[in-house]
């Protein structure tokens, strides 16, 4: 079974140092990755994916994350933290499947506060 | 353009009303999507749709009530709801199909936030 999980539920920062949203994941098999960002009261947008390819992936608005099988990791990281990024982040990882459709599972999410 | 529609943006009832919430994808996407989504909690997967037929009912109560007209269109029809059914509720549509894989972005929509009186 596959599992996410966010090990923050709120991080602070302050504007222009850098930010680091933790996830770990648990999977059989090698899982895709994905970075969410939700804005209040909006959609998800997605930040970034990993699907095998390059271990460390870059994103939107300057977003990247490391995949590291080894620690069964996926860290999310930005050098320099804007107003704007303060948001609710998810974590998600999409299993394999042969059906054509996804059922992702998320993690429980981090709020990123950012502070002038 | 990878954008999906959801209309209305809010949406107020009371438990006796009959009311449909609409998603709509120019992608091409053969996948769609409802989720519900809680304050501070994710996404909770509710139908989902391949090809327009539907593939997963993750147990939700028959007052939800999904269709698929077509390949673009999504809508999730609400009779009789409850006050603890308020909440933001996500479609969200993949390739999928015969393409699909793992590997694929779900678009979500901005959402419809619904309140029950």
């Known amino acids: 079974a596959q599992s996410v999980t966010q090990l923050d539920s709120h991080v602070s920062v302050s504007e222009g140092t850098p930010v680091l949203l933790r996830c770990n994941y648990s999977?059989?098999?090698?899982?895709?990755l994905f970075w969410y960002v939700q804005h209040p009261n909006k959609g998800l947008q997605l930040l970034l994916k990993?699907?095998?390819?390059?271990?460390l992936v870059k994103g939107i608005n300057g977003f990247e994350a490391e995949f590291k099988k080894s620690e069964t990791s996926f860290h999310l990281t930005k050098p320099s933290a804007h107003m704007s990024d303060a948001a609710e982040y998810f974590c998600v990882v999409s299993p394999p499947t042969n059906t054509g459709f996804q059922k992702l599972v998320f993690g429980t999410g981090t709020r990123l506060l950012v502070s002038p | 353009d990878t954008e999906v529609t959801q209309t209305p943006k809010h949406l107020v009832m009371g438990m006796t009303n009959k009311k449909s919430l609409k998603c709509e994808q120019h992608?091409?996407?053969?996948?769609m999507y409802w989720y519900k989504q809680k304050a501070k909690k994710p996404p909770e997967l509710m139908f989902v749709y391949s090809y327009e037929k539907l593939s997963i009912n993750e147990s939700v109560p028959s007052r939800f009530s999904p269709e698929c007209p077509n390949s673009s269109l999504l809508n999730l029809h609400l009779h009789a709801l409850q006050p603890e059914d308020s909440a933001l509720y996500l479609c969200?549509?993949?390739?999928?199909?015969?393409?699909?894989?793992?590997?694929?972005?779900?678009?979500f929509g901005p959402g419809t936030r619904l309140t029950v009186l």
């Open positions: 999977s059989s098999y090698s899982p895709s």
């Open positions: 969200a549509s993949s390739q999928g199909g015969l393409a699909g894989t793992s590997t694929d972005t779900q678009y």
């Open positions: 992608m091409g996407h053969r996948a």
């Open positions: 990993y699907t095998s390819a390059a271990t």
